[in-house]
């Protein structure tokens, strides 16, 4: 019964924390990519062209081949879809990163975000809680957007 409670509370069938059997860095890597999917995923129109830059972005930040980012970008589907929140992510990357590597974290959520040209209001909610919660001041978050912000016609 506890189990069944505890699997309740951290979002996973089977009461384990989610990704706790991984190692340090593959953790990283997913937290990761499951923040960009959830932004991604976050105006319910998740474009071919967001999917496109999120795999060049955990690409190029984790060096990895074409093989290894598609299997990152599954698993971290996989973990979206079965999690309640993502607390338990934003928790793993402020335990891992620096400030300017969250900082770079926020870069790469406006990247996402803008990758279809405008930005929803869901969109813009959650960039904004997840600078809260990474601890990413205003006046730093808003930096980072104006980095993507598409240019006006």
Do not use: C
Not at 38 to 44: G, L, P, Q, T, Y
Not at 141 to 148: G, L, R
Request: avoid cysteine.
């Amino acid at each position: 019964m506890f189990d069944r409670l505890k699997a309740v509370l951290t979002g996973t069938p089977s009461g384990d924390r989610i990704g706790d059997s991984l190692g340090e860095e593959r953790r990283i890597q997913v937290a990761t990519a499951v923040i960009l999917l959830e932004v991604a995923h976050a105006d319910e129109d998740f474009s071919e062209s967001e999917r496109e830059y999120i795999l060049d972005i955990l690409k190029n930040q984790f060096s990895l081949d074409e093989e290894s980012v598609h299997e990152l970008v599954q698993v971290s589907e996989e973990q979206l879809r079965r999690s309640i929140d993502i607390w338990h992510f934003t928790e793993i990357i402020n335990n891992s990163y620096d400030s300017e590597e969250k900082y770079r974290v926020i870069e790469k959520v406006w990247q996402v975000i803008y990758a279809d040209g405008r930005l929803d209001k869901y969109e813009d909610y959650i960039v904004h809680k997840l600078a809260r919660i990474l601890h990413i001041s205003h006046e730093r978050m808003i930096e980072a957007k104006m980095k993507y912000l598409p240019e006006e016609d």
